[in-house]
């Protein structure tokens, strides 16, 4: 191992401890994310609801979270029957800060309430579709720094009122006052006095059952149950559900999804999540310096001139400048008569027409190109003697046909 390198280590290491020395005595910062996923122990999960809820039903709690509720309800329908209705019988009960509800999923659960059943929805923000088939309205009032008061309209439970520190009421603004029963109010306290009184929990029938809508879903969270008595709140919220099964719905609590990743739970913890990241800098730094002194420079190697070519071009035209066109012609012709016997293999001791055939079959040239050069080069050998430059230039052209 190289001094550089044992350098950059250390170096490494040293930041580590740094930042681990530096961390150790720091608070954890608290989560206040809304949630409302039964996994989370911060403020605003469900994770204590969670072990509580066999103990404040006391029946059978079957959580749904791996299906939606159209595909988990529509398992349970029963066609095969004369009378077709659901193989299950209860409560379908959902928490979470907005609307997690797909529109089929909606309908499927008025289907499910239409037979009998009933459903809970604690939700700030509901599916559109159920207000408009249930004609009512919900609204929010930002009513300043004050806590908010709960409380039910029993008139055994009206006493009790239960203060909540968030800011925001979302209540119902328009009910069917003919059809639905008003079941928990909220306000703000003022000098004793509650003021801004607003429906926050109501009984609306539909069909055989019953929907139950409550716009305070914080009252169920890890917080609010674990502050002072505000736990009582929640189980008589939910102590107006008739008696059966419950079917929880956790799936997609604000999008929730659960990671597939190996590493989900090196990045769940503070710590290993840290130590994780500095091994992966760590190791792009070694490779990043690495790599720079391992790798050399390529020399560009240039192609080696062809001397043989350059040799041809300066004899050729040695002989021209002398004007010994007979010579260069006979050069010429030698220089391709070699070519021919070494790359084609034919015989050039007799330039007939079987040469010709031959040559014209191997090369793939034009017939009548070969044919020429053949009487070219016959006459020339038969000692005719004409314009001997002009025997230069159309010889040449023809050898040039030939062999390009």
């Given at each position: 191992?190289?001094?550089?390198l044992?350098?950059?280590?250390?170096?490494?290491?040293?930041?580590l401890a740094?930042?681990l020395?530096?961390?150790?005595?720091?608070?954890k910062?608290?989560?206040w994310?809304?949630?409302y996923?039964v996994n989370d122990?911060?403020p605003y999960?469900?994770y204590?609801?969670d072990?509580?809820i066999?103990?404040?039903?006391k029946?059978?709690?079957?959580r749904?979270s791996?299906m939606?509720?159209?595909?988990?309800?529509d398992s349970k329908?029963?066609e095969d029957?004369?009378?077709?209705?659901?193989k299950i019988?209860?409560?379908?009960?959902n928490?979470?800060?907005?609307?997690?509800?797909d529109?089929?999923?909606?309908?499927?659960?008025f289907?499910f309430?239409?037979?009998g059943?009933?459903?809970?929805l604690s939700?700030?923000?509901f599916p559109?579709?159920?207000?408009?088939s249930l004609k009512?309205e919900?609204n929010?009032?930002?009513?300043?720094?004050?806590?908010?008061q709960?409380?039910?309209?029993?008139?055994?439970?009206?006493?009790r009122?239960?203060s909540?520190?968030?800011?925001i009421?979302d209540?119902f603004?328009?009910?069917d006052?003919?059809n639905?029963?008003v079941l928990?109010y909220?306000?703000k306290l003022?000098n004793?006095?509650?003021?801004?009184?607003?429906?926050?929990?109501?009984?609306?029938?539909y069909?055989?059952?019953?929907?139950y809508?409550?716009?305070q879903?914080?009252?169920?969270?890890?917080?609010?149950?674990l502050?002072?008595?505000?736990?009582?709140y929640?189980?008589?919220?939910?102590?107006?559900l008739?008696?059966g099964?419950?079917?929880?719905?956790?799936k997609g609590q604000n999008?929730?999804?659960i990671?597939e990743s190996?590493l989900?739970?090196?990045?769940?913890?503070s710590?290993l999540k840290?130590?994780?990241l500095f091994?992966?800098i760590?190791?792009?730094?070694f490779i990043?310096f690495n790599a720079?002194?391992k790798?050399?420079?390529?020399?560009?190697?240039k192609?080696l001139?062809?001397?043989?070519?350059?040799?041809?071009?300066?004899?050729?035209?040695l002989?021209?400048q002398?004007?010994d066109?007979?010579?260069?012609?006979?050069?010429?012709?030698?220089y391709?008569l070699?070519k021919?016997?070494?790359e084609?293999?034919i015989d050039?001791?007799?330039?007939?027409?079987?040469f010709?055939?031959?040559?014209?079959?191997k090369?793939g040239?034009?017939?009548?190109n070969?044919?020429e050069?053949?009487?070219l080069?016959?006459?020339?050998?038969k000692?005719y003697?004409?314009s001997?430059?002009?025997?230069l230039i159309?010889?040449?052209n023809?050898?040039e046909k030939?062999?390009?």
């Amino acid at each position: 191992m190289s001094k550089t390198l044992k350098i950059y280590i250390a170096v490494l290491v040293f930041i580590l401890a740094l930042v681990l020395i530096a961390d150790h005595d720091q608070p954890k910062p608290i989560d206040w994310r809304p949630t409302y996923s039964v996994n989370d122990k911060i403020p605003y999960g469900l994770y204590v609801f969670d072990k509580e809820i066999n103990g404040i039903f006391k029946t059978k709690v079957e959580r749904i979270s791996t299906m939606t509720p159209y595909e988990y309800l529509d398992s349970k329908y029963d066609e095969d029957t004369l009378v077709e209705n659901y193989k299950i019988k209860g409560t379908f009960i959902n928490i979470s800060e907005s609307n997690a509800i797909d529109e089929q999923s909606i309908k499927e659960i008025f289907y499910f309430v239409s037979h009998g059943n009933n459903a809970f929805l604690s939700m700030k923000t509901f599916p559109r579709y159920l207000l408009d088939s249930l004609k009512i309205e919900v609204n929010s009032d930002f009513q300043g720094a004050s806590d908010t008061q709960v409380w039910l309209a029993n008139k055994k439970m009206k006493a009790r009122k239960y203060s909540f520190p968030e800011t925001i009421e979302d209540y119902f603004s328009k009910i069917d006052t003919a059809n639905t029963i008003v079941l928990g109010y909220q306000g703000k306290l003022s000098n004793k006095k509650i003021i801004n009184q607003h429906v926050n929990y109501i009984k609306v029938p539909y069909r055989q059952g019953y929907f139950y809508l409550h716009t305070q879903p914080v009252a169920f969270t890890n917080f609010h149950l674990l502050k002072d008595k505000n736990y009582q709140y929640a189980e008589s919220v939910l102590s107006y559900l008739p008696k059966g099964d419950i079917f929880w719905y956790t799936k997609g609590q604000n999008n929730e999804s659960i990671s597939e990743s190996p590493l989900r739970y090196i990045f769940s913890q503070s710590g290993l999540k840290w130590a994780w990241l500095f091994f992966l800098i760590g190791m792009l730094i070694f490779i990043i310096f690495n790599a720079k002194r391992k790798q050399r420079i390529v020399p560009i190697l240039k192609p080696l001139p062809n001397l043989t070519v350059d040799f041809t071009k300066t004899i050729g035209n040695l002989y021209y400048q002398e004007g010994d066109h007979q010579n260069l012609i006979d050069k010429k012709i030698i220089y391709f008569l070699e070519k021919i016997r070494n790359e084609y293999l034919i015989d050039t001791t007799k330039l007939d027409d079987n040469f010709i055939q031959k040559l014209h079959h191997k090369t793939g040239k034009n017939v009548t190109n070969i044919q020429e050069l053949v009487y070219l080069i016959n006459e020339h050998r038969k000692s005719y003697h004409g314009s001997l430059e002009e025997d230069l230039i159309r010889i040449n052209n023809a050898i040039e046909k030939i062999l390009n």
